[in-house]
């Protein structure tokens, strides 16, 4: 949007030179028709493109006044109207002594009924890329003194029209007036136009220095600039060094809305959805570059502060940035992979007959394609719920559709998960690979401040490694291939602990273990190979101090539909050799778990699904060291697979005592 405000004030100037260069030419060609085809020749030769000036009118003097009526530039061979710009009447009074010392001054100009279509084809290109672009860059003057000394700037009725189909942008604004004085300097600029973008209530109001202070290069030049688009609004106010190059801004940035990723249409910057916001800071404008300098602010309840540079390159822009938070509370920016921040930190509302757990939002190509990007995070006592993290880390890397986030590392008082994740937008279908490695991380504040925390000790380690292609996350998933591998040596877990879920399966989980005390964890191992988005199970080993828990598991990424059976394998001769198997079906949101009916006398059953399931233990090492974690903890166990005595087959040693 601001690229077609400068593009809509380029062409404004071009109209001024056309003015000028008609009144030089009047002296000699007295008659208005031959004026009138004269200046549209000359034109359409310059900008090929035709050129048409229905009438000239002259009324001579010292200071002539000059008036072309119908005044039309044809439109781009692509483009959706057959007019890129037309005038209704242009009025210029232009002093003809300072004229002859090369000097130009025009006290009055009145442009009535502008009509101004800026667009952009599929691919990009614009209508006002023209073969010899003569027509906005030379109404640019190179130096503030070379710019005309205009007295009274008027525009009546003006209409600016910007489309891009790319981007979704389709906005049309009414310019009421402009206004100006360059004799006494105290008339401001003054620009008011509204319309519409994508579909919500558009508006604009500049109000800028006099139009004599542009010609001077040692005063600063004052600018108030006001947008509003929808509920999103911009607020800019400071000055310019040099205005006509937009050089050495310093302006204060004021930027507010409900959602960050509704700047998109604004500013081409690819935001993620967001919380509401207000954010503040020092906007700055060098060699070409701008900057948001002590940005400071919210988003929802989080903190955020930063610079953020802004680099117009081609083919796309390159945004550098560096962020930190505070305090984050991570559904503030849950839009990066897909979540509604709006949900906070309540539990996921499902729509009727829609039991994802997995965000199903799609990934928008046209924004990881709109700009290149660097941006580095740090989010500080971050508030997720059920798991108080220490900080969150990450570097996104953005180029031409390809976002790499290298490291992304989550922090909590015990433990972290880091490693690297790719989503490739450089092809229709988008590609995603997670190398994530869990190291050390606790199990208590999982269930902090519930009643099953005393009961609840143990370190969390693995490794998940999936790579896929989709529109959005659950489809990635859905299709994806890889490796899930956790492990967990020590502590102790509570069988009701389940129940925290909301599931009544007291007396299922009664089947694995007894009583309401916990039970000690020696080794818990799962080993989840995923093919085409269905994880199986391959190990499934829950090693406690009474019995052996074994599982055969599979969750279809895709529809998210769980299956499995649980058994388990008494160490020493106790209850526990009687117990059926529970079997787990349902969804990742709604799962059902259940006993397995039949005979209670399955420990033989028990025991060889054990036996099985145990086998491949020691290729689980090497996935973990090459994700870049430490030793498994189950380390002995899972060389001990493969020894003769099997692990469900051992017997206590001298003294009673159980195995460590």
Known sequence: MPRALRWGAGILGGLVLLVVTAALVAVWLVDGHRLAGWAAERASAALEREVRVDDARIAWSWSP???????????????????????????????????????????????????????????????????????AEPATPEDR???????????????????????????ESRINTVAGSGGGGEDRVSVDGQGSLQGKPFRIALSAGPILVLRLSDAPYPVDLSVEAGETSVLVKGTFRDPVKLQGADLDLDLKGPDLSEIFPLFGIPTPVTAPYSLKGKLRRDEGIWQVEGLQGRVGESDLSGVIRYEPKQPRPL???????????????????????????????MPAGDARVIPDTPIDLDRLKAADMDVTFTGDDVQVPVLPLEQVQFRLLLNNGKAVIDPVRFTAAIGRVAGRIILDGTQEVPLGRFDLGID??????????????????????????????GRSLSSILAASDGRIVLVMEGGSVSHLLIEAAGLDIAEALGTLVSGDDAVGVRCLVADLPVERGRMTTRTFIFDTTDTNIAADLTLALGDEA???????APKDPSPLAARVPVTLGGTLSQPRIGIEG???????????????????LAAIIPFLEQGGGEDSPCRALIQSANSPEPPTNRRRPAGGKRPG
Request: net charge positive; aromatic share 4%; no cysteine.
């Open 562 to 568: 769980l299956a499995g059976r649980v058994v388990a």
């Open 440 to 469: 050390g991380l606790g199990l208590k504040p999982f269930v902090a401040g519930t009643r099953f925390e005393p009961e609840t000790e143990g370190r969390l380690g693995g490794r998940l490694d999936l790579t896929g292609r």
């Open 145 to 171: 003194s070379e710019f005309p000394l205009i007295g009274r700037l008027a525009v009546q009725d003006g209409v600016l029209r910007f489309n891009d189909p790319e981007k979704g942008v389709e906005v």
């Open 319 to 349: 945004i550098r940035g560096t962020l930190t938070s505070r305090q984050l509370r991570f559904a503030d920016l849950g839009g990066l992979i897909g979540l509604d921040p709006a949900e906070g930190d309540k539990p996921r509302k």
């Open 65 to 135: 006044r000059l008036t072309l009526s119908g005044l039309t530039i044809a439109n781009a061979p692509w483009g959706t109207q057959p007019l890129m710009a037309e005038v209704e009447q242009v009025q210029a009074v232009v002093r003809i002594p300072p004229l002859l010392r090369g000097r130009i001054e025009i006290p009055e100009i009145a442009v009535v009924r502008p009509s101004l279509l800026l667009e952009k084809n599929q691919q990009g290109e614009g209508n006002w890329q023209l073969r010899e672009p003569v027509a």
């Open 598 to 616: 039949g005979s209670a006398a399955v420990k033989g059953g028990a025991a060889v699904a054990l036996g099985a399931l145990l086998t491949p």
